[in-house]
């Protein structure tokens, strides 16, 4: 925002300073680099990783379910599992109870690459709390998981 004069607001300066949406996007951007470099030999991103992760916990599982747990919507969560499903790591079926359900589970080969995947998720992870040190971390997760349901469904609808 501009004052009218070219130069920024204070009030637009002071906001880019505190604001919790900007500096939650900039670490999860930073955190999220990380991890891709490290799985990069896997071939996942983290975000596929993420969900491969929540499917085989769960499975099966339907599309909705995973939205909610990723705290996203059944479109988006459809979208990002297409190219799971096209290399083979998840598998797709209707529901039988309702055809307008989509259930999805890993495939033999999803499980696989997620075993292959895990280590390597070790190794981001312990990287990212090495450097941040313990006493962050050991707030960070519960900060997170706070701050998650903000977006649960739940509390969407109120």
Do not use: Y
């Amino acid at each position: 925002m501009e004052n009218g004069l070219g130069a920024p607001s204070k009030l637009a300066t002071q906001a880019a300073e505190v604001c919790l949406c900007f500096h939650a996007r900039k670490a999860s951007r930073a955190i999220t680099q990380v991890f891709d470099r490290i799985l990069a030999p896997t071939g996942l991103k983290a975000t596929q990783l993420s969900l491969l992760m929540v499917v085989s916990a769960r499975e099966p599982m339907r599309i909705g379910d995973l939205a909610d747990a990723l705290v996203s919507d059944s479109t988006t969560v459809s979208r990002t599992i297409k190219p799971l499903i096209r290399a083979g790591l998840i598998q797709g079926s209707i529901d039988s109870e309702d055809r307008r359900v989509k259930i999805i589970n890993l495939s033999h080969s999803g499980h696989a690459t997620l075993e292959r995947a895990l280590p390597l998720w070790q190794e981001a992870q312990s990287h990212i709390a090495k450097r941040l040190g313990g006493t962050i971390v050991q707030h960070l997760l519960p900060a997170l998981e706070s701050a998650a349901k903000l977006g649960s469904t739940d509390e969407r609808k109120q």
